[in-house]
């Protein structure tokens, strides 16, 4: 489902212009996008958040989540950081949670902290975000299976969140950090909502041998294992779907070249 627009912004709220009495009225903003989200079913779930951006042409490296902006989630406790897929050549961007039966999750997509000692900052990304329930890939059956038969039901809360640095920041800690927040129309026009899942489908590996789909098996764990968490290798698995998706796997030798060549594992 589409959720709603998203701007991330770190820069000043005007422009400078070499007038010294500007400066103090033009502080830097620090903005991000935050969404809120329960998971109102009696299983735990994984979603996939995608953000689609506007880029300019040609390609400006401050108008792209490339290198400019993390993933943060957490459910009650610590920010855990999440693997933000896409390149300075993408359009889409997209990343994956769980969300235990029941529970409420806070996902975050803030600018890198990096950015915030740029005393003329011109970051300024925006663009629109998707929530879907894809089909997750079972190793034994060599399959996507849905996650759920019918609907899910979430309750959803999207947000711009953001900050005013002191101009002397960072060097100077003791000015105004003015926080401001606004919430974002969401695209449904409700809190309440019903997410389709992507329903099951198949490789075109049905007809391999028992050794082959083994060896296959192995080179999937084997790539997996190298993932930071068990967060991570659900990622993984999610951008699996995607890749399937956009190369249609129909021999081994493409799930091997595929798993080996393209999966990026955080």
Do not use: C, H, W
Not at 22 to 38: D, E
Not at 39 to 65: H, K
Not at 211 to 225: D, F, I, P
Not at 248 to 253: E, F, N, R
């Amino acid at each position: 489902m589409e959720l709603s627009t998203f701007e991330i912004l770190v820069k000043r709220i005007a422009p400078l212009n070499g007038d010294p009495s500007l400066t103090a009225v033009a502080r830097r903003v620090v903005q991000g996008y935050f969404l809120t989200l329960s998971n109102l079913e009696a299983i735990d779930l994984t979603y996939q958040l995608e953000f689609f951006i506007s880029r300019p042409n040609p390609v400006d490296p401050d108008r792209t989540l490339d290198g400019r902006a993390d993933v943060v989630y957490d459910i009650a406790g610590a920010n855990n950081p999440l693997f933000l897929y896409g390149g300075s050549g993408s359009s889409r961007f997209a990343t994956s949670f769980t969300v235990p039966a029941g529970q409420t999750i806070s996902v975050q997509l803030l600018p890198k902290p990096f950015l915030f000692s740029d005393m003329n900052p011109d970051v300024e990304v925006r663009g629109y975000a998707v929530l879907t329930l894809p089909a997750l890939f079972d190793i034994n059956s060599f399959s996507f299976k849905a996650q759920s038969n019918k609907s899910v039901r979430v309750l959803i809360n999207p947000e711009m969140r953001g900050t005013f640095l002191p101009n002397g920041y960072p060097d100077l800690l003791d000015g105004d950090f003015d926080q401001i927040d606004y919430p974002l129309a969401i695209a449904s026009g409700k809190g309440l909502n019903a997410i389709e899942p992507e329903p099951s489908f198949l490789l075109g590996l049905n007809s391999i041998t028992p050794a082959v789909r083994e060896s296959l098996k192995q080179q999937l764990n084997a790539r997996l294992a190298t993932a930071s968490n068990a967060q991570a290798q659900v990622q993984a698995l999610v951008e699996f779907g995607d890749l399937v998706r956009k190369n249609p796997i129909t021999s081994p030798q493409n799930f091997s070249d595929l798993i080996n060549n393209e999966l990026k594992v955080p």
